[in-house]
C-alpha cells in the first residue's frame, strides 16, 4: 500500500524540475558558489516578497534567529520571552546568544503566543531584564502580531518573529516578519519555501539592524580580512539560493493548494475532531495541519493502517526537554495550554503537490475512524 506523507519535498523538485535543474547548472557553470549573484538576487525579491526592505540570508533558521540577536546586542545578563510549544531552535537561538529564555503560554485554539500570558509576564518580570520577545507563526498561521507588537513597545522589548513556518501568511493585510524589528525564516527543504538542503533568512525594514547583520554574518568582515567586531559564519550558498528563487516564483500558487487542501479538511465534522480555527484578517499558509484529538494514538494507529503517515510537532514541550529544562523561566502561572496541546494534537498529510484523490483518501480515514 502507498503510504501519504505528511511532507513531500521530493514531490515539490520533481514539479519544478527542468526549472531547478537549469538553476543548479548555471550556477555550477559559474564557478562562484558563495554569496554572489543568485544569493543578491534571491534577497532582493525575497524582500520585495515579504514586504520588506532588507533580506540578509543565512545558513539556517536558527542562524537567522542568532543572528538578529546578536545584532541587536542581546546576550548574557538579558531575557527573551518566547514559547515553549515551537521548534527547539527558536529557544535554542537565545540559549546560543547567552540570554535566558523566559516561556509564556500559548493560546489553545491558535496554539501561538498568548498575549494575556505575555502581558502578565511583562509586568511581573521581578527583575529580568526582558530585552526581546519572540512570537512564533506556528504551523503557518500568525500570531497576534498586533497586540505583541503593542506590548513589545509598552514594555520597551524589541519583537522579532520567528516566521520559519509562515513564508506568505499575513496578519492584518502584512506579511508576517515585518510587525516587529525583524523576522527570521527558515528554508529547511519540507518550508513551504524550502530549499534543497538548509537555509535561512532575516528580513527588516530598519537599516542600521540590517547593517550588523551582515557584518557580524561573516566574522565582522567590512574589509575582507579583517574582522572589526566578533562576527560568526552563516552564509546561504548560491545553489540554495537559485533553487529558492525558482520556488518563490510559484510560493503563492503552492500556499494557495494549502488552503484548498485544508478547506476540504475542515468538511470533516466529527465530534472526536477539533480543527483549526481561522483568525480573522489573516492569512493561513498551512505548513501544517494540525488537528486535536483526545484518543491521538488509536487515530494515527487508524490511519496508518490505511496508509496514511501523521506526525507530532511537538510531542514534548520544550520546559520539559532534558536539553533546556533547567535554562529557562517559566511565565506566572506555568503552561498549562501548553501542555494539554503537546497531548492531543497530530499533523496530517498536506503538501502542494497532494493529489485530490489522496486528500480524499485522507477525508475517509477520518470520517470512518470510531466506527
Known amino acids: 500500500m502507498k503510504t501519504i506523507p505528511v511532507a513531500n519535498p521530493g514531490a515539490s523538485y520533481h514539479a519544478h524540475k527542468d526549472e531547478l535543474d537549469r538553476a543548479v547548472a548555471r550556477v555550477l557553470a559559474s564557478g562562484w558558489y558563495i554569496m554572489g549573484h543568485e544569493v543578491q538576487q534571491f534577497e532582493e525579491e525575497f524582500a520585495s516578497f515579504c514586504g520588506a526592505s532588507e533580506c540578509i540570508s543565512t545558513g539556517s533558521g536558527t542562524d537567522a534567529l542568532v543572528l538578529i540577536l546578536r545584532a541587536l546586542g542581546i546576550g548574557p545578563g538579558d531575557a527573551v520571552v518566547t514559547v515553549s510549544h515551537t521548534a527547539v531552535a527558536t529557544v535554542a537561538a537565545v540559549d546560543l546568544v547567552g540570554a535566558r529564555p523566559v516561556l509564556v503560554d500559548v493560546d489553545p485554539v491558535s496554539f501561538t503566543m498568548s498575549p494575556d500570558h505575555l502581558e502578565e509576564t511583562l509586568a511581573s518580570s521581578s527583575g529580568l531584564p526582558i530585552r526581546?520577545?519572540?512570537?512564533?507563526?506556528?504551523?503557518?498561521?500568525?500570531a497576534d502580531l498586533e497586540r505583541i507588537a503593542r506590548l513589545g513597545e509598552r514594555y520597551g522589548a524589541w519583537v522579532i518573529e520567528d516566521c520559519a513556518q509562515a513564508h506568505g501568511a499575513t496578519y492584518e493585510g502584512r506579511g508576517v516578519g515585518t510587525a516587529g524589528i525583524a523576522g527570521a525564516f527558515s528554508f529547511y527543504p519540507t518550508k513551504n519555501l524550502g530549499a534543497l538542503g538548509d537555509g535561512g533568512a532575516v528580513i527588516t525594514s530598519n537599516e542600521g539592524l540590517a547593517a550588523r547583520c551582515r557584518l557580524i554574518k561573516q566574522y565582522g568582515w567590512r574589509t575582507r580580512y579583517i574582522s572589526e567586531t566578533r562576527g560568526m559564519n552563516t552564509r546561504l550558498d548560491e545553489l540554495q539560493a537559485a533553487v529558492l528563487r525558482?520556488?518563490?516564483?510559484?510560493?503563492?500558487a503552492a500556499n494557495e493548494r494549502r488552503q484548498a487542501i485544508a478547506r476540504v479538511y475542515r468538511e470533516v465534522a466529527r465530534p472526536y475532531l477539533t480543527h483549526p480555527e481561522p483568525a480573522p484578517g489573516s492569512d493561513h499558509v498551512f505548513h501544517q495541519y494540525v488537528v486535536q484529538v483526545d484518543a491521538r494514538d488509536e487515530l494515527r494507529s487508524h490511519l496508518s493502517a490505511n496508509g496514511i503517515d501523521t506526525a507530532i510537532l511537538y510531542p514534548v514541550p520544550i520546559h520539559r526537554q532534558a536539553g533546556y529544562a533547567d535554562r529557562v523561566t517559566l511565565g506566572?502561572?506555568?503552561?498549562p495550554a501548553t501542555e494539554r496541546l503537546c497531548g492531543r494534537i497530530v499533523s496530517l498529510p498536506i503538501y502542494p503537490e497532494m493529489s485530490d484523490a489522496d486528500v480524499m483518501k485522507v477525508v475517509g480515514a477520518l470520517s470512518t475512524f470510531g466506527q
Open 332 to 335: 506566572p502561572g506555568g503552561l
Open 132 to 142: 526581546a520577545i519572540i512570537p512564533v507563526n506556528l504551523y503557518g498561521r500568525a
Open 246 to 252: 525558482v520556488k518563490l516564483g510559484y510560493l503563492r
